[in-house]
């Protein structure tokens, strides 16, 4: 992964020589997985003992005496893929700046299509984002909008309700300077209510907000709030910017463009997860970057009949 030489990358070749076989690809996932002891995936007993058959469920918990394996608890459960093929779907999706399709993904691990899709879905489920500690300091918050071009539409899917913007799904977010940390989300409306209300969930109270000159930011009292007007050509006002932010938007345009080249407003939250979430370990070395999304993997499920229903009406 390319960027600062501090950081230790990992190539093919060093990756492949970590996974030789399954058996120590399943030491790896149960060294990350229970790091502190061995605990039941159904109840999350620690009281467990090894099957005499251990295949293919090779644990037993004494408490709700069912079977389970490492895979239990996780995204990884109900999944037939090899784990070798799961680490090595970590490292893709995990080094890859702008991403990596489901179909490049379908011809590197040899796995159907449609498991490559929910796999891929299911390692950015990882990084489903949480409102922790809010950011201090200084902030820039901007919004962009993700979908094709009205004028590039078959005319049976075309709006007809105008240009620019229409058609499009509106995403919101935040960068902090300091840390250099990102939260987006996806929002129906940038109206002042949606906008600020994102402002006020991520950021503390009296830290400074950098916007454009748009008017929902305005009346943002309970922060130091300095903006620039894009519409006159000004992108820098002594310290009021967004270009860090935009910087993040345009490696998610590049991911919509040269990767995946299509984020449905059904799916688009989880791709903004993962650039997110990407984008926020990008400093640890790769290895470390892999435990990581492999530990947010724990705890959380996506079900393939999910992921094809009907996207629900607001």
């Not at 004494?62 to 389970?68: L, T």
Request: charged share 30%; net charge positive; glycine share 8%.
């Amino acid at each position: 992964m390319s960027g600062k030489s501090k950081r230790v990358g990992l190539d093919i070749f060093e990756l492949m020589d970590m996974f030789p076989n399954e058996e120590v690809a399943t030491e790896w996932f149960e060294n990350i997985f229970w790091a502190g002891g061995r605990v039941c995936g159904h109840c999350g007993s620690e009281r467990t003992v090894e099957r005499k058959n251990r295949k293919p469920l090779p644990y037993r918990c004494k408490d709700c005496r069912k079977d389970f394996s490492v895979r239990h608890g996780t995204v990884m459960q109900h999944s037939k893929i090899p784990l070798r093929k799961w680490a090595v779907a970590i490292y893709q999706l995990t080094t890859g700046l702008k991403g990596t399709s489901s179909r490049k993904l379908h011809r590197d691990i040899n796995v159907s299509y449609a498991c490559t899709w929910h796999l891929s879905h299911r390692i950015r489920e990882a990084w489903t984002q949480y409102v922790g500690v809010k950011f201090d300091g200084e902030n820039e918050v901007d919004e962009t909008y993700i979908g094709g071009k009205e004028a590039n539409k078959h005319n049976s899917k075309k709006l007809k309700l105008g240009r620019g913007v229409v058609g499009k799904t509106a995403v919101t977010g935040v960068k902090n300077r300091r840390t250099k940390q990102v939260r987006a989300k996806v929002v129906e409306r940038t109206d002042s209510a949606t906008l600020q209300g994102f402002v006020e969930d991520n950021v503390e109270q009296g830290a400074t907000v950098y916007t454009d000159e748009a008017t929902a930011y305005q009346g943002m009292v309970d922060f130091e709030h300095k903006s620039v007007k894009h519409s006159v050509g000004e992108f820098v006002k002594g310290m009021a910017s967004t270009n860090g932010i935009e910087s993040f938007w345009a490696m998610l345009k590049r991911g919509y463009m040269g990767t995946y080249h299509k984020m449905s407003a059904k799916h688009l939250a989880r791709y903004v997860n993962e650039f997110v979430g990407r984008h926020n370990i990008r400093d640890l070395d790769t290895i470390e970057q892999m435990i990581c999304v492999t530990r947010l993997m724990k705890g959380k499920q996506l079900q393939y009949k999910e992921l094809i229903a009907p996207p629900v009406s607001p």
